[in-house]
């Protein structure tokens, strides 16, 4: 162990309440740091889901020859307030139907393609023009029915839908960060408080170390560590508290919400995610850790001047 | 080794240096001796770069101490061992970990730490003292402590400042003793004292001050 290893240690184990409150903050503000970044996630991911959906769903009539189906969506590719055409025969709509009942297959065994139309079904570049376009489609000769995917929630428009998810997802967003951003300055000021008392306790030794030469970053070194020490400890705390809490959620939340990929179902990929979360954090915990120490060091060294 | 060349410093409206100039040569013993606040720990600071003078030059090697940037200070002070009155040692450290600090601050290769801790704890005679903390150990035994560290890091000179100030006669023999040990082997040792029996002790020049000026040399 070197020598400024063991100086933090030492110093750590000699005021183990002040480590533990620095720990306590910084495992806090972690712990919601995660939390909170799974929730934006989440909330994106349900917002995508939405705004990717095909927006109308034109039912084509049965015996309708695929030459006349064909024709209709050209003319729906070729117009400009039109995107995401696309064509959904028979045998797929069975498909969708099979798998958005996979819990009950009974259901499925009843029924055959002959009974889900063909669709095709597409979204509008502006939701303001979802009324026009719907009418006109109507009014073609092969399109049996028009639907417009939205109604939930008691919302008029999908539109209506995308816009609750968004301003829901925003105050989230806003509101997490003003949140997080409040803990870390908490964390950033407990950590300076406990520095400088840290320095104020070693004021003899660091005297003692400048007389026999010791150089400003001698005398930096294992405050910086202690720092880091509890920033790296503070951390995993959190992260680990939040990565257990969303495993112990994440089948519930996954069923509840059932298509909606409101977090990553393969296990590669939920782990991913939150190392991923877990890098950004242990960068940022470093970073209040060394600015926060930086300060105080060179706070206490300008008193003792 | 080191030169003062008419070296004037005052605190306020006390002087405490007036116009001194001194010089001591390598390997040489040297006693600054005078009256409390006579300006004898004042020459030992100037050399350390603890503090500046008002006006004059203070040469430590063939450099000017006083025109040393402040990031090259740390270099300066560890050419020096520094022996103090009140001992100076780490109270939360052992006697190995004390002597440690010294070499760790000088950037001594790990490998050389205990080779060399063992030799200057044998030349002080606290081998057997290795393990303890200074909470463990007598008045004496924490000057050697603070001798060991100043002697590991094999410096030029050694400053000691009332090294025998918080100790009684027999104990501060037994430091002078060691102080003459480390002198024989080529170290050049200035002392700061105003301890008689302690002048007596070996036959070394003597600079003694009264008043910030240099009464005898």
Same mark, same amino acid.
């Given at each position: ?14 005021? /183990? ?10 495992? @806090? ?26 927006? $109308?769903?034109?039912? $084509? ?43 009950? /297959? @009974? ?9 889900? +139309?063909?669709? @095709? ?30 109604? $939930? ?58 007389? *026999?030469?010791?150089? +400003?970053?001698?005398?930096?070194? /294992? ?37 909606? +990929? $409101?977090?990553?179902?393969? +296990? ?13 954090? *242990? ?23 | 080794?080191?030169?003062? =060349? ?5 605190? &306020? ?13 390598? &390997? ?52 020096? &061992? ?36 063992? #030799? ?40 000691? =400042?009332?090294?025998? &100030? ?10 002078? =003793? ?22 007596? #002790? ?5 600079? #003694?001050?009264? =008043? ?6």
């Amino acid at each position: 162990m070197s020598i400024h290893t063991k100086t933090a240690v030492d110093a750590i184990k000699r005021s /183990p309440f002040q480590a533990i409150s620095a720990i306590f903050v910084l495992a @806090l503000t972690f712990f919601v740091a995660t939390t909170v970044s799974i929730l934006v996630f989440s909330s994106n991911e349900l917002l995508s889901y939405f705004e990717t959906r095909p927006q $109308i769903i034109s039912f $084509i009539k049965n015996e309708t020859g695929s030459e006349a189906i064909i024709a209709l969506q050209n003319k729906l590719v070729l117009d400009a307030r039109v995107k995401d055409v696309k064509y959904v025969p028979k045998e797929q709509a069975l498909e969708i139907y099979k798998k958005a009942t996979e819990d009950n /297959p @009974l259901l499925a065994e009843l029924v055959s393609p002959s009974i889900f +139309p063909a669709s @095709l079904e597409f979204s509008v570049t502006d939701l303001k023009l979802a009324e026009e376009v719907i009418n006109e489609v109507k009014n073609e000769a092969i399109v049996e029915q028009v639907g417009f995917t939205a109604n $939930i929630g008691g919302e008029k428009s999908l539109g209506d839908v995308v816009s609750r998810l968004k301003a829901i997802s925003y105050y989230l967003r806003v509101g997490g960060i003003v949140f997080v951003g409040a803990l870390a300055v908490t964390s950033f000021l407990v950590l300076l408080i406990i520095i400088s008392m840290r320095m104020t306790s070693r004021k003899g030794e660091i005297e003692i170390l400048s007389l *026999i030469g010791a150089t +400003p970053a001698f005398i930096r070194s /294992p405050i910086l560590l202690e720092g880091i020490i509890y920033s790296l400890i503070g951390v995993i705390s959190g992260w680990t508290l939040s990565f257990i809490f969303w495993l112990y959620v994440s089948p519930s939340l996954l069923s509840y919400f059932g298509a909606i +990929p $409101i977090l990553p179902k393969e +296990p590669l990929s939920f782990f991913l995610l939150f190392a991923a979360i877990l890098g950004a954090e *242990i960068i940022i915990g470093l970073a209040i850790a060394i600015t926060g120490s930086l300060i105080a060091v060179k706070r206490s060294l300008k008193k003792a001047r | 080794m080191i030169t003062f =060349d008419n070296v004037t410093k005052s605190f &306020g409206s006390i002087k405490v240096l007036d116009g001194v100039s001194l010089e001591v040569k390598d &390997g040489e013993f040297v006693f600054l001796t005078g009256p409390t606040g006579a300006g004898k720990t004042t020459i030992l600071k100037m050399i350390l770069r603890e503090i500046l003078p008002d006006s004059g030059k203070v040469i430590f090697d063939s450099k000017n101490v006083t025109e040393i940037p402040v990031k090259e200070i740390p270099q300066l002070r560890q050419q020096m &061992g520094i022996v103090f009155q009140d001992f100076k040692v780490l109270l939360e450290r052992t006697v190995t970990e004390n002597v440690e600090v010294a070499l760790a601050v000088s950037d001594v290769a790990q490998e050389e730490w205990e080779k060399r801790v063992k #030799h200057v704890l044998k030349l002080v005679g606290l081998s057997n003292r290795a393990k303890l903390f200074p909470s463990q150990l007598s008045g004496g035994e924490l000057q050697r402590v603070s001798l060991a560290r100043a002697l590991v890091i094999n410096p030029k000179l050694i400053l000691a =400042d009332e090294p025998t &100030g918080n100790l009684d006669w027999k104990t501060a023999e037994g430091i002078m =003793d060691l102080l003459e040990k480390i002198n024989k082997e080529g170290k050049t040792i200035v002392m700061a004292t105003h301890h008689e029996g302690i002048i007596k #002790h070996g036959k070394h020049r003597i600079i #003694h001050l009264e =008043d910030g000026k240099i009464k005898q040399i």
